[in-house]
C-alpha cells in the first residue's frame, strides 16, 4: 500500500520561505512523477508543481514559477516542495501526490494516490 505523509507547513510571514517534504513509502517512488496540489478554503484544488520519475524534467502554476522549486530524493523515496518569498496567497493546505505514470502530469486526475496535506498560512 502506498503512503504519501507531507510536512513542513506551517506559519509564516510573507517573503519568508518554507519546504515541504513528502516521504513516501513502498518501492515504486521511483517508477512515478510526483506533484503537488493546493486547496484553500472555498476553493479548489489546484495543480502547483510537478516533476518527472528521475527529476529531470518539471513543471509550475504560472503563479509560483520562480519562487518554488520541486525536487525529489529517490534514494530516499522524498518529494520536496522549496517555498522562497511566499505570499498571503499562498496559503492553503498542501497536497503531494503520486502520478499514474512516469512524465509530469497538471491534472488531479492522473494522480492516483494523495497525502493528507500539510497547512501552509503567510500572513501580511
Known amino acids: 500500500q502506498v503512503q504519501l505523509v507531507e510536512s513542513g507547513g506551517g506559519l509564516v510571514q510573507a517573503g519568508g520561505s518554507l519546504r515541504l517534504s513528502c516521504a513516501t513509502s513502498g518501492r515504486t517512488f521511483t517508477s512515478y512523477a510526483m506533484g503537488w496540489f493546493r486547496q484553500a478554503p472555498e476553493k479548489e484544488r489546484e495543480f502547483v508543481a510537478s516533476?518527472?520519475?528521475?527529476?529531470?524534467?518539471?513543471t509550475y502554476v504560472d503563479s509560483v514559477k520562480g519562487r518554488f522549486i520541486i525536487s525529489r530524493d529517490n534514494v530516499n523515496n522524498t518529494l520536496y516542495l522549496q517555498m522562497n518569498s511566499l505570499k498571503p496567497e499562498d496559503t492553503a493546505v498542501y497536497y503531494c501526490a503520486k502520478a499514474k505514470g512516469i512524465w509530469i502530469k497538471t491534472s488531479t486526475r492522473d494522480y492516483g494516490y494523495w497525502g493528507q496535506g500539510t497547512q501552509v498560512t503567510v500572513y501580511s
Open positions: 516533476i518527472d520519475w528521475v527529476g529531470s524534467s518539471t
